[in-house]
């Protein structure tokens, strides 16, 4: 007689209705609308950091850095000094060096295999905001308006088409931020899913792994700037937050005291994870003998043992770039503030050049590195609102938000005080997409406001973002430097010697 082992029927409890909104997230099932945004926008930015990318066919501002150490590395696997024939003394680690140096395997030496990278990076970065968008404010119409205020902003459009390594920062960045917004979801569900199924949600154990991608992405970013880890604090203060706040919806008594320990065990691994992918980004530089600083404890007449003696060396090399990156104090035309930065203070020029053939007796051809100016100079008005309404509405999105863009401008204001170093605004970068993220959230409240009628709030929010939009287009031409009569380019220089 045949046995058939029949599956025991999981108990189903009553959720409480409160209990169950409060744990509620996106289910991942697979929206058409949201994904035909996703793709129509991300098709738009796509085209327009791609089109022409390889013009000017020349080297410009720092471009005369990253390509050149890129097809080094891919010839002596590490950075090198072509003057005197030996290794190169470099400030920032290789991972982004060896992702332009993927353009140059495919494309050649050349401007288009210096800059599709670039490119690409650039056009991901909107893919991402979009989802995270998407999941944050559970609108297509919002997260459609996050994807297209960053595809229409000329800051990150230039550095897309630039071969620099900011980019590359701000998508891992970004990227580690969708990884801990999901691992915030997850968390939920299961917790949901526990006091559906009736077991004890503070006895729940979830492995994180959304949280150890999170890691993995700070890792990788790490890789290519020394300021990633600014994003560090702000991250677990995150993580830690809403962990607590959902063993609270889901009514586990004493909800910080009952998992912080879980938290901080799996939040320590998680950095260690960003520790073992950063080291990995120095691999070129670990398996050879040829980087700088590769044997300085044998140069030097110090004991060199294996493994432990090229990480004693590298420690070292860290010594030196810290202390390089606190003491660069050299003045420059184009430096700027952090206070100037969203201000549009002190943009920098790329490229410039005066060509024939415009039509007028004086011509000029510019790529500036300027943020679209009707949206950069309404971040600030943004922020106001959002911390109010993060105070007002206790809403966890405001905080997802703020601290970010926190932790990619505030370091800057301390070493700025502190050392007065030299800075520039594209240092910004990865609290771009955190600073649209605030403006599309103020849009939502105003297009469905508690209080008036809702049209209002939509005419309101459409008229900004087609000003955005005209104001993009308008200066375009100085995005990708188009060449111009020198009366059209000199008018786009609204804040005069200050844009010169």
């Not at 140096?101 to 495919?106: N, P």
């Not at 691992?183 to 729940?204: F, K, M, N, S, V």
């Not at 990788?220 to 020394?226: E, F, H, N, P, R």
């Not at 911390?387 to 970010?404: E, K, S, T």
Request: aromatic letters at 14%; charged letters at 15%; hydrophobic letters at 50%.
């Amino acid at each position: 007689m045949t046995t058939i082992a029949v599956e025991p029927k999981v108990s189903r409890t009553p959720v409480p209705e409160v209990v169950r909104r409060r744990l509620t997230t996106l289910d991942g099932r697979l929206d058409p609308y949201s994904w035909l945004v996703t793709i129509l926008i991300v098709t738009i930015a796509g085209i327009l950091r791609l089109n022409g990318v390889g013009r000017p066919q020349k080297l410009i501002f720092d471009e005369v850095y990253y390509p050149t150490d890129a097809w080094d590395m891919i010839k002596h696997g590490v950075e090198w000094n072509e003057e005197n024939g030996g290794p190169g003394y470099v400030v920032h680690p290789p991972l982004g060096k060896w992702l332009i140096a993927l353009g140059e395997l495919v494309f050649g030496n050349n401007t288009l295999g210096w800059r599709v990278p670039t490119a690409i990076a650039g056009t991901l970065m909107v893919l991402v905001l979009i989802r995270v968008a998407y999941r944050l404010f559970h609108s297509t119409v919002l997260a459609g308006t996050a994807g297209l205020l960053l595809t229409l902003d000329g800051f990150q459009l230039v550095l897309s088409r630039t071969s620099l390594l900011d980019i590359f920062l701000g998508l891992f960045v970004l990227m580690a931020f969708a990884c801990l917004v999901l691992d915030r979801d997850h968390y939920r569900r299961r917790l949901l899913r526990a006091l559906e199924q009736g077991r004890d949600p503070a006895r729940t154990r979830v492995v994180p792994w959304w949280l150890f991608a999170a890691g993995v992405c700070l890792g990788l970013a790490s890789g290519v700037k020394l300021s990633a880890p600014f994003f560090l604090p702000a991250f677990a203060a995150l993580t830690i937050t809403w962990r607590v706040q959902a063993r609270r919806s889901a009514g586990v008594r004493h909800p910080f005291s009952t998992g912080i320990l879980g938290d901080l065990g799996w939040g320590l691994l998680s950095f260690l994870l960003t520790g073992v992918v950063y080291l990995t980004t120095w691999t070129g530089w670990l398996v050879t003998d040829a980087g700088f600083f590769r044997h300085w404890r044998a140069d030097n007449g110090l004991s060199e043992p294996p493994v432990l003696g090229a990480l004693l060396n590298l420690w070292h090399y860290h010594q030196s770039l810290y202390s390089f990156h606190t003491g660069l104090a050299q003045t420059h035309r184009y430096q700027s503030w952090p206070w100037q930065w969203l201000l549009l203070g002190r943009p920098v020029a790329f490229d410039w050049s005066t060509p024939a053939g415009c039509g007028a007796p004086s011509c000029a051809g510019e790529i500036l590195l300027l943020g679209t100016p009707v949206l950069w100079w309404s971040f600030l008005p943004a922020l106001a609102a959002l911390a109010w309404m993060g105070v007002a509405r206790r809403d966890w999105r405001a905080w997802a938000i703020l601290l970010p863009v926190a932790a990619g401008l505030l370091p800057w204001f301390y070493y700025a005080v502190r050392d007065g170093r030299t800075m520039f605004s594209f240092y910004a970068l990865p609290a771009v997409p955190f600073l649209i993220l605030a403006v599309v959230y103020v849009l939502g409240a105003i297009m469905s406001p508690r209080r008036g009628p809702q049209t209002l709030g939509i005419v309101v929010a459409g008229l900004y973002v087609t000003a955005v939009a005209l104001c993009f287009a308008y200066f375009f031409p100085i995005f990708v430097g188009q060449m111009l009569p020198y009366q059209d380019w000199y008018d786009r220089m609204w804040l005069g010697n200050r844009w010169i």
